[in-house]
């Protein structure tokens, strides 16, 4: 208990978490109970939820004012250490980027400022680094990937283009994925019946590259070279 306190005063003395209207009166709008947890609104659009056995030491009754500064140190002291948990447990199978683990502690309804204070304690422990994720990320997707596909992963896990370009750039080169995309395109290639014509398989195995992630460029020349290897006469 003793370090949880430590850990709330030094959030409250962090300059870089949200201060404004911290000491003001929160008239509570609203209360509902969805299964173990409880859900409270305010008028002033703040939203905390609480499980049931975590009653606070002041009464929840509807249109009561209550300080925020206190309720807030009540939240994390009681939502910090399940957040970490979650976050390092998730860690623990894989590495993340700050948006997962942000994005999973939101899904678990935990407090703005309970999530701004984990992020900050898994930085300061060089537990989340999203470069680092970005190249691990990208080493493990090239084999059936191509950049495009990665790229748009990696946005959607809240890498900006210009880290995730970077790290293409510097792990998976242009001839790198052509490689690839011809190892996918002769495997397929083998599975196409000849009788479908150069053509029609051309245009198969061209789209299948290219829904992958490969560019046209590369998918192009890819099945070509394939397809030379599997009937050397064309």
């Known amino acids: 208990?003793?370090?949880?306190?430590?850990?709330?005063?030094?959030?409250?003395?962090?300059?870089?978490?949200?201060?404004?209207?911290?000491?003001?009166?929160?008239?509570i709008k609203s209360i509902e109970t969805i299964r173990s947890r409880i859900k409270i609104r305010?008028?002033?659009?703040?939203?905390?939820?609480?499980?049931?056995?975590?009653?606070?030491?002041?009464?929840?009754?509807e249109g009561f004012s209550v300080n925020r500064e206190s309720f807030l140190k009540f939240i994390l002291l009681h939502q910090y250490p399940s957040a970490l948990n979650t976050?390092?447990?998730?860690?623990?199978?894989?590495?993340?980027?700050?948006?997962?683990?942000?994005?999973r502690l939101h899904f678990h309804h935990y407090d703005e400022e309970v999530i701004s204070l984990v992020i900050c304690k898994l930085n300061k422990e060089k537990l989340l680094n999203d470069e680092d994720f970005t190249s691990q990320w990208v080493q493990s997707r090239m084999k059936k990937y191509g950049a495009s596909r990665i790229k748009q992963e990696l946005r959607?896990?809240?890498?900006?283009?210009?880290?995730?370009?970077?790290?293409?750039?510097?792990?998976?080169s242009e001839?790198?994925?052509?490689?690839?995309?011809?190892?996918?395109?002769?495997r397929k290639i083998k599975?196409?019946?000849?009788?479908?014509?150069?053509?029609?398989?051309?245009?198969?195995?061209?789209?299948?590259?290219?829904?992958?992630?490969?560019?046209?460029?590369?998918?192009?020349?890819?099945?070509?070279?394939?397809?030379?290897?599997?009937d050397p006469e064309q």
């Open 1 to 27: 208990r003793r370090s949880a306190d430590l850990v709330v005063g030094a959030l409250l003395r962090d300059d870089t978490l949200h201060k404004v209207g911290l000491h003001r009166l929160e008239i």
């Open 42 to 61: 305010f008028e002033s659009g703040w939203e905390v939820w609480l499980n049931k056995n975590c009653v606070p030491p002041f009464p929840l009754l």
């Open 87 to 103: 976050a390092v447990a998730m860690l623990a199978r894989r590495s993340c980027s700050q948006k997962e683990i942000t994005n």
């Open 156 to 172: 959607l896990k809240g890498i900006d283009t210009e880290t995730a370009s970077a790290a293409l750039e510097e792990l998976y």
């Open 175 to 186: 001839d790198e994925q052509f490689e690839n995309a011809v190892a996918f395109a002769k």
């Open 191 to 230: 599975s196409i019946p000849a009788e479908k014509g150069r053509g029609n398989i051309f245009q198969t195995v061209t789209g299948m590259l290219i829904r992958k992630g490969f560019s046209w460029d590369i998918a192009k020349k890819a099945v070509n070279h394939a397809l030379s290897l599997s």
